[in-house]
Every structure is written in C-alpha cells, then in structure tokens.
C-alpha cells in the first residue's frame, strides 16, 4: 500500500511528460491576435500606458505585448522580418537609421509607417544635495566627457578643469550605455553640439566626416563616465549615495523624481515642459513608434491601437499626465494627419 | 609518552602535572574556539536572512494594502449616454465610448473641490464600471464607493509622502473619506503602469506554467537518465565522458541556456516569443542535470542487498528497478528535483533572453500566451519611474519567497511520508 503512492505519482509525471514534449514542436506560431511592441526603454513607459489603456476602450482585442530592449535592439527586432514573430510596432527614442532601414527593406519590411509621438528631453541632473550646478554648456559637457576632445586626450578631472567659472568637483558622470537611445541622443543633441563650437571642428567635418564623428561622439573610458544600464532608478541611488556626481536622465524620470533629483540647466535653460516642448531646452529630442505597413490589416486591433495612440498625445491627455510632452501643434496636426492616413515613411528623407 | 610500546608496569598516567593540565587546557580551549566560531557562522547567516526577511515583510507588507476614497458619484447628473437595460442586454459593448473616465473625474472634482481627481488613481472609474455591471440600477441614482486612491495619497497614509500630499491626507481622514485597506487585486490582476492597479497573479501564473513545462520535460527526463545510467551503462570511458559532460553542464551559467534558448526555439522552431512553453523548455534544459546528478546519488544509495533479494526471488531487472530501487530511490530524487525546480523559479537570465520581458497587462490563458515569470516581474518594478513601485517590489519578493518557501515545505513532506530507514 506504502509504495503505490510514488508509483503512481511517478506514472502520472513521465507519462504527461512524454505527451508533453510530443506536442512541443508542433505547435509553433501561429498567427497572432495580440499587438507586440518592442524597443526603446524611454517610449516603454508610454507604449505600455496605452496598451493598458486599450482594452478597457477596446474589449475585442487583448492588451499588446511591450518589451523594453533599448532602440537599437527594438529596431533591428522590428526589421527581422514580417509574420507573427516579428514585432508590429518598434518604439525609438531616436530616428530610423538609414543601415537600419535598409536591414529593414531586405527583410521585405519595406511599408513603415513613422509617428513621431512626442518629445523628451535629455538632462544632466545632480541629488538635490549635489554641489548645486549653476549652469552647464554643451562645450563643457564635452570637454568633460569626450574621450578626445577636439583631438587631444582628456586630462580633465575636475568641472573646474573644464571651464574656470565652475565648482571644483571631481568629474564623475553615470549613464546610459551605447545600446540606449538616451545615449545616441546625448552623444547627437548635446557632445556634438559641444563639440562643434569650435570652428576647426566644424572644418574637419567637411574633410574627414567619419573622424570628425568619432572625435565629437566618443567617451572617455577612463572610469569618469560610468555605464550605469538602462535602469534610471539605479543612477538616482547612485547619486543619493554620492551627491559629487552627476547622472544622464529623460526628463520624464526627472519630473516624476523631483524630490531626489535637480536638473541642471543647460546654457542657462532649466529642463522644465515649457523649455522642451518648445524646443528652447537644447536637450530636447523627438519620440517615435514605427508600426509595420504590412501588419496593418493581419494583426487585429493594430490600426484602432495606432488611432489610441495618436487621440491620447495632446496637452492634457492621458499620456501627457504620464510625462510625455507634447509636440508643438504644427507638428502635432502634421503626425496625427500621418496616423491617421497610415503614410509610409519615404526612404529619401532616412539619414 | 616517548616509548610506543605500552608496558604492563607502566606508571600510571600523571593527570595533575602541569604540562599535562596545559594540554588539557588546550584541548578545552580548541573545543570552545571551534563551537564559538560555529555558533558565530549560524549567528552571522541567520542575521542575514532576518535582515532580508525583516526589510522585505516591513516594505512588502506595505505593498499588499492599499489606500481607497470614498467617492459619492450621481450618476443621473452626469447624463451618460447609458441606460441600466443597454448593460443588462449587453455589458462589455454598451460601455464602448461612454466617458465614464470622465464622469468618476467630475464627481471627484464636485466632492474634494479644484484637483479634486488627482487625488484618485488613474483607475478609479474601473470601480465604477464594476458597480454598474455588477448592478445596471445604480445608474438610475446616486452611489457611494470606496475607489482606489492616487499613488502620492496612498504613499502619504503609509507615511513617507511629500508635504502636499499629507497635507490633503490628514484633511480626508480627518473627515473618515479614507481608508486603507488589504490589495485582493494585487494578487488577481496582472501587470499594469500604475502602481495603485498593478497585481502579480499574470507573472504568478506565468511563472506556474513555466514551472510545470520544466518540471514534465526535466523530470522523466532526468529521472530515466539517472536510471539507465546507473543500473544498466556499462562502467566505460564514454559513460565516463557522459557523467561529466553532465556535471559540467550542471555548472554552466544560466544565461548560456538562455542563449541557446533563443537561437535554438525561437529562432530555429519558431515558437512563440515570451510563452511560457519557450521559458519551461530552456528551464527545464538547466535543471535537468541537477535531477540526473541527485537521482544517481539517490540511486546509489539503495543498498544492493535489495536488489540481490529480488533478483534471488526471480524478479526481471525492469521489476527490480521499478518495484524496488525507484520507490526507495524516490524521497531524494524528488529532494533534488524541488531544489532544482526552485532554483529555475527565481532564475531571471534565461527567460529575459527569451523575451519573458514584456509589459504583458492579462494573465496568460495557457503554455503558448505571452507572459511574465515572478522573478522579472521584480525585475521589470525596481525599474519603474512612480515610486509607489518600490513597495510592490518588495510585495512581490514577498510573494516569490511564499512560493519558494511552499515548494521546500513540499519538499520537505514528500521526504517524509515516502522516506524508509533500514
């Protein structure tokens, strides 16, 4: 009596096993009824706002999948291809590359439709018990962390190195890494724009593109600029713990994080809704959603969802609350007129 | 003591001498260090898990309660374009449109005063669309209901909010509009951005099926391994090989299966991104040699007498195997199967290569659905902006050690009832 017990435990288990692993490769994908979002940690937030929302307007469909992978990840996911195991829509904090759309076009992923869905801004930001930041310029931010600045090697170790005018604080600066598209934003927004203020720079980029790119975008890699990971919780505990550095955030985090975190204002403009929606703050960068032409029709709920998306960006509305900042109108009534139409991205005007 | 060879008229051991007290001394004093240094060990790692249970229950049981508002919503005032019989007729599709959103707003507004609805949770109308499916007739008037309340009012009543926020939540509860109350959502509902909505049952369900894909294919798999291996190989260099190629494989780190779990099941069978069956499979791969490896030490450790005994009776090799060696073997193989399966629980590598990342708001239906696992889902919180998510991060460890702890305790009874001393 003692031993049927395990047997017949034993029996139920490999039985149901074998069963189970017959009918394992079977059943591969089939088509999908969900939405699946994938891409860039700082549209995360907003793209899996919506897909919550979704299903309590729309009952039909069921709430999209988002995945967080950073833009360049999401990006090349997005391009693998087209059928149910490749994702409808890539979220990007940054534009299309042009390699990116090519690796799109070659997959067949050639009708890509692109909503510039709103704008956030990249800040420098210090623990509100930090050495209190005046003001910092691009050239600064550069010099202090370019790996090469205009050339030469970095040698600076304090702010003060950099420009007199500031506070002398040892230079310790945490992250996103080259993966995130924070990253490719801060390197575009705000090295290169420190970088080319200085003429010879600016000439260099007509003789030699390429290194005048590495020059202006590289960071120094000798511990000063530290790679913190996509998680912007982390580099706030980080600050808390060491008031001396400085951290690279999107304005959304900040916002919701006011009571930890200052921003400093870049060329004396405070990263605030108002100097970033107008683009005043030079830190200020578009946000994208790229949905799948071919998709359009084959997965249900897609076209509904991109019209959520495009009725939920305005001033005021839900995804405002959520801290994305809104284009201006122009802009607004330009993109939503591209939601609505579905236009597909004309491959000319990709860099 | 110079002299080995111990003589019958011999003196007798000299006990009180000094240099042999000092010996003796010494001995005591090597036996204290010892069992103090022991009891330290014990002291030092039992600190550690109470400072870790400590800081989890303490943060993590502010996480299963939530704070509610009372709100008083007129429903014939708020002329909604809805009639009781349209929900009774059809409920899902009579709402479809129908700004109730706003409707719980405006109330919010007409009661708290000017930012009235901020201080509501983004999903407060769920509530009163629930009342009104649950009864069509509340919409013919006017009802009260306890709605969840916004993320800074429920930090507040836990007290560590900002001064605004407390400010409003001493003038509510002064009037009794407040109240906080056990989560039940948090552990039916399923992942969601607003921290005052969110539940852990969609990665709690994701994370069973996992478990039960890796259990049914590394079990039987495992267990027959350990079985031919030690009853019926042959003791040569390729059972050899075979032994530490599994040891080895016992060792590899988790992100390597994840790795091929991508090359190999998404990418070359094309299964589902993010299911369950995808995650069980790629687990199932890393515990199956932790079971194999326990199995045959459980194997090892039926004495052969009992083998011999039902070999001498006339019994087939297959009936002394299964009549025999596997019920005796069975208390350890299913002590290493659990230590295995609960290992694979808290494992977080593999499934975020497999892409049991994603912002998944339903519970998975089944072994194909997409979803989340319980490990990262903690994950995925810690990484959230809203600080009301720190203590749902700790609510869910919370959860994720339960589960732990139910599978040791299962563990632990199966030993017992099926164990047998000889």
């Known amino acids: 009596m003692r031993r049927k017990g395990p047997r017949a435990l034993l029996a139920t288990l490999l039985l149901t096993g074998v069963a189970l692993s017959g009918c394992d490769m079977s059943d591969s994908a089939a088509s999908r009824d969900q939405i699946l979002a994938v891409g860039s940690s700082t549209v995360y937030p907003f793209t899996t706002a919506m897909a919550e929302m979704f299903p309590r307007k729309y009952p039909d469909f069921k709430a999209p999948i988002v995945e967080s992978n950073g833009t360049g990840a999401g990006l090349k996911l997005f391009c693998g291809g087209i059928g149910a195991r490749f994702p409808d829509i890539a979220d990007a904090s940054r534009r299309i590359k042009k390699s990116e759309f090519d690796d799109c076009r070659k997959n067949g992923v050639g009708e890509i439709v692109e909503i510039q869905i709103g704008i956030d801004g990249i800040a420098m930001a210090e623990s509100v018990h930090g050495p209190h930041f005046a003001t910092l310029s691009e050239a600064d931010i550069y010099k202090a962390l370019a790996a090469d600045p205009y050339g030469r090697p970095n040698r600076a170790r304090t702010w003060r190195d950099v420009n007199a005018a500031l506070p002398p604080v040892p230079i310790q600066v945490y992250g996103p890494p080259p993966s995130s598209g924070t990253r490719d934003a801060f390197a575009e927004l705000i090295l290169t724009k420190g970088c080319e203020s200085d003429p010879a720079m600016q000439a260099l980029k007509k003789a030699d593109a390429d290194k005048q790119h590495a020059i202006c975008t590289k960071i120094r890699e000798d511990g000063l600029f530290i790679e913190a990971g996509e998680n912007d919780n982390l580099i706030a505990q980080k600050l808390a713990a060491n008031p001396q550095a400085l951290g690279i955030f999107g304005y959304s985090f900040l916002e919701e994080n006011t009571a930890r975190l200052r921003g400093i204002p870049l060329q004396g403009v405070a990263p605030t809704y108002q100097t970033i929606a107008s683009y005043r703050y030079p830190g200020a960068r578009p946000l994208f959603i790229y949905v799948k032409g071919a998709h359009l029709n084959a997965v249900p709920g897609l076209r509904e969802f991109v019209a959520e998306y495009a009725g939920s960006w305005n001033p005021g509305g839900y995804l405002d609350r959520r801290g994305l900042i809104a284009s201006p109108d122009d802009v607004r009534a330009k993109t939503l007129a591209q939601a609505r139409a579905l236009v597909p991205l004309d491959p000319a005007t990709v860099e | ?422």
Not at chain 2, 38 to 45: P, R
Not at chain 2, 50 to 71: P, Y
Not at chain 2, 160 to 186: D, I, M, N, Q
Not at chain 2, 210 to 234: C, D, K
Request: proline share 6%.
């Open chain 2, 1 to 422: 003591m110079s002299d080995l060879v111990v003589l019958p008229d011999r003196a007798p051991t000299e006990w009180r001498g000094t240099a042999m007290r000092r010996r003796i001394a010494r001995r005591y004093a090597a036996e204290r260090r010892f069992r103090a240094l022991g009891l330290l060990a014990v002291l030092v790692s039992a600190g550690f898990l109470a400072f870790l249970l400590v800081a989890m229950l303490g943060e993590g049981a502010r996480g299963f309660r939530q704070t509610e508002l009372s709100l008083t919503i007129d429903f014939p005032a708020a002329h909604l374009p809805l009639t009781a019989q349209a929900v009774a007729r059809e409920p899902r599709r009579a709402m479809i449109g129908v700004d109730l959103e706003g409707a719980v707003a405006n109330a919010a507004e007409r009661q708290y005063g000017a930012g009235g609805a901020r201080l509501l949770s983004d999903g407060a109308w769920l509530t009163a669309r629930d009342a009104i499916l649950r009864d069509p007739d509340v919409l013919g008037r006017s009802i009260t209901l306890w709605v969840p309340a916004a993320t800074s009012i429920d930090i507040a009543a836990k007290d560590a909010g900002e001064p605004a926020a407390e400010a409003a939540y001493a003038k509510l509860s002064g009037r009794g509009l407040v109240r906080t109350v056990f989560a039940w959502h948090f552990l039916t509902s399923a992942d969601s951005t607003d921290p005052t909505l969110v539940g852990i049952w969609g990665a709690l369900k994701g994370s069973l099926l996992t478990m039960a894909v890796t259990l049914l294919l590394a079990f039987p798999i495992g267990v027959l391994s350990a079985l031919y291996l030690e009853e019926y190989a042959p003791k040569n260099r390729w059972t050899d090989l075979i032994e530490v190629s599994i040891n080895n494989l016992a060792a590899v780190p988790s992100i390597i299966f994840g790795l091929l779990g991508l090359a190999v099941f998404l990418q070359t069978f094309h299964l589902p991104r993010s299911a369950p069956l995808v995650g069980g499979i790629t687990l199932a791969l890393m515990t199956m040699p932790v079971i194999v490896i326990a199995g045959r030490n459980a194997i090892k450790g039926v004495p052969p007498s009992i083998r011999d005994a039902a070999l001498g009776i006339g019994a087939s090799r297959v009936q002394v195997v299964f009549h025999h060696v596997l019920p005796l073997a069975l208390p350890g193989i299913l002590t290493g199967t659990i230590i295995g399966m609960a290992r694979a629980l808290g494992e977080t590598a593999p499934l975020l290569m497999i892409g049991m990342r994603a912002f998944v708001a339903t519970p998975p239906g089944g072994f194909t659905d997409p979803s989340s696992a319980l490990p990262v889902q903690i994950f995925l919180w810690s990484d959230e902006v809203s600080a009301g998510f720190i203590e749902k991060t700790s609510a869910a460890i919370v959860v994720l050690l339960a589960v732990l702890m139910a599978m040791n305790g299962v563990a632990i009874y199966l030993r017992n009832k099926f164990e047998r001393r000889w």
